[in-house]
Nanobody
Framework: QLQLVESGGGLVQTGGSLRLSCVGS????????MAWFRQVPGKEREPVLC?????????AFAADVQGRFTISRDNSKNAAYLQMDNLKPNDTGVYYC????????????????????WGQGTQVTVSA
């Protein structure tokens, strides 16, 4: 069974940091592009960062996370990570990891439909 499991979410104060983990089972994540999405109540799930498989090219989708969030992967652990620093209340939401294909979606792709494999999500809450 192909599965992604996120962890690392929680409650943090403004300016704090969290590191989210996404561990794959049943398949090797190094064959896939990996992405992190976030969703707040009442809004669509939006992509944050994506890392392609060949060469690890990173594509940022959310302008407000640049300089604060970093995506990485450790193929030896079959895992991907989202390091979130200088967190703000607007970063609050459920964060999902996703995997599919080899490259990241382009600006005109349906970003959610692009990915076949999803984790269950982990809640991140940033207090003011």
């Amino acid at each position: 069974q192909l599965q992604l499991v996120e962890s690392g979410g929680g409650l943090v104060q403004t300016g704090g940091s969290l590191r989210l983990s996404c561990v794959g089972s049943g398949f090797a994540l190094d064959y896939f592009a990996m992405a992190w999405f976030r969703q707040v109540p009442g809004k669509e799930r939006e992509p944050v960062l994506c890392m392609s498989r060949p060469g690890g090219v990173i594509r940022a989708f959310a302008a407000d996370v640049q300089g604060r969030f970093t995506i990485s992967r450790d193929n030896s652990k079959n895992a991907a990570y989202l390091q979130m620093d200088n967190l703000k209340p607007n970063d609050t939401g459920v964060y999902y990891c996703a995997a599919d294909g080899a490259t990241c979606p382009g600006p005109y792709d349906d970003h959610v439909a692009f990915f076949q494999y999803w984790g269950q999500g982990t809640q991140v809450t940033v207090s003011a």
